[in-house]
């Protein structure tokens, strides 16, 4: 028997288009959706970038990269994020993320991250301490905007789940 029924919400703004984005928005997102040349997905044909934004203004982004044997790939999101951190230790705080996808042919549609891409953002967003916004585009073509990562993992696996080291 079931002891309390709860229910949990996701809290996000949706947006009809880019020009509804500040400006450093509109960076961002646009970086995310020309990453997307970047990519290598001979195998999908699913082209995915992400943009990082960081407090000082720079752009960081990555590219989903496939490999024959399929999990031996990487998503966008996480060559962006791992990419950061190898090429800028130290780096400023990401202050904006964005992700976009388009198929071989066609214009861009939905991106949402895979469960091991939110996993790593929200590690990324709890080591910096602060929440990093995130856009994605929506399947009905509009412009979804979370106040931070963590919306999308409510019930995550933290470092806060594993017993004291020593």
Not at 14 to 26: F, K, M, S, V
Not at 32 to 59: E, K, N, Q, W
Not at 95 to 116: I, Q, T, Y
Request: aromatic share 8%; proline share 8%; net charge negative.
């Amino acid at each position: 028997m079931a002891r309390n029924s709860r229910q949990q919400l996701i809290t996000f703004e949706e947006l009809d288009a880019a020009t509804d984005l500040t400006p450093a928005e509109q960076t961002t997102w646009q970086a995310a959706r020309d990453a997307t040349t970047h990519a290598y997905a001979p195998y999908s044909g699913f082209h995915v970038g992400a943009a990082l934004l960081l407090a000082d203004g720079t752009i960081f982004t990555g590219t989903n990269q496939e490999n024959a044997a399929y999990p031996s790939g990487l998503c966008a999101e996480r060559t962006a994020l791992f990419g950061l951190a190898a090429a800028q230790p130290g780096h400023a705080p990401i202050v904006g993320m964005a992700v976009a996808a388009r198929p071989n042919h066609g214009d861009f549609g939905p991106a949402m991250p895979c469960g091991a891409c939110r996993q790593v953002m929200l590690e990324y967003e709890t080591r910096q301490g602060q929440p990093i916004p995130l856009l994605l585009p929506s399947r009905d073509g509009t412009i979804l905007r979370f106040s931070a990562l963590s919306a999308l993992m409510p019930f995550c696996f933290s470092a806060d789940d594993l017993p004291p080291a020593g």
